[in-house]
Nanobody
Framework: VQLQASGGGVVRAGESLRLSCTAS????????VGWFRQAPGKEREFVAA????????VYSDSVKGRFTISRDNAKNTVALQMNSLKPEDTAVYYC???????????????????WGQGTLVTVSS
């Protein structure tokens, strides 16, 4: 499966952005999808994930309550709605997918087989 992340941009603190992860080559139904980010000089970190059943979601503590991951099966996309953005949310955001992850592995980037290219989110203060 090929993934493409889009929707990044430059916003001010407190504003919102919506990222999309679009898949080609196969459906995202029944596939776990995760969002990760990497800020300059920092390691990649988990942001949010949707279980392959579509009924369970996981968020990092740093984004819980501000970010929402959702699926649009008709468009074969998974979105990340980011509200109340902070300067520390500035990073390149990546989406990843895997067909066999269990719930406890959703936050483990090393467990995902497929990755898209990143989209840059810059939040100014």
């Amino acid at each position: 499966v090929q993934l493409q992340a889009s929707g990044g941009g430059v916003v001010r603190a407190g504003e919102s952005l919506r990222l999309s992860c679009t898949a080609s080559g196969r459906t995202l139904r029944g596939v776990a999808v995760g969002w990760f980010r990497q800020a300059p000089g920092k390691e990649r970190e988990f942001v949010a994930a949707s279980h392959r059943t579509g009924s369970g979601t996981v968020y990092s503590d740093s984004v819980k309550g501000r970010f929402t991951i959702s699926r649009d099966n008709a468009k074969n996309t998974v979105a990340l709605q980011m509200n109340s953005l902070k300067p520390e949310d500035t990073a390149v955001y990546y989406c990843a997918a895997d067909g066999s992850l269990i719930y406890s592995s959703l936050s483990n980037g090393n467990a995902y087989d497929y990755w898209g290219q990143g989209t840059l989110v810059t939040v100014s203060s």
